[in-house]
């Protein structure tokens, strides 16, 4: 709401705090997971959102489009703002039943 009042009318706020988001989500769910595992298992979940971007160029290629990095970037980067939001929902809640079973 800050950044609407701040930011001109041509600027999509929505879209701007999404992909500032991907990075504290991230950053979340790595805590998250740690906390809940026990072992640090950053680098198996960048791993794993790493993977989105060839992922996405190869459905790019499947759907017979050009492949054009930029558009595989910001495609694959919203991609991980839809996937890590859930993520750290359900880690957030595996994580409160964990607590409450010890």
Known sequence: ???????????????LVCDVGVVLWFYACAVL?????????????????????PIN???QRVRHEEVIFTKMFIH?????FLL???????LF????AKHMMY
């Open 1 to 15: 709401m800050i950044l609407r009042k701040i930011m001109p009318k041509s600027v999509n706020t929505f879209k």
């Open 33 to 53: 997971l740690e906390a809940i595992v026990g072992d640090d298992l950053f680098w198996l979940l960048l791993a794993a959102c790493v993977a989105i971007f």
């Open 57 to 59: 160029a190869i459905w």
């Open 76 to 80: 694959g980067w919203r991609l991980l």
């Open 84 to 90: 890590l939001v859930p993520t750290h929902a359900v």
């Open 93 to 96: 809640i595996v994580g409160i």
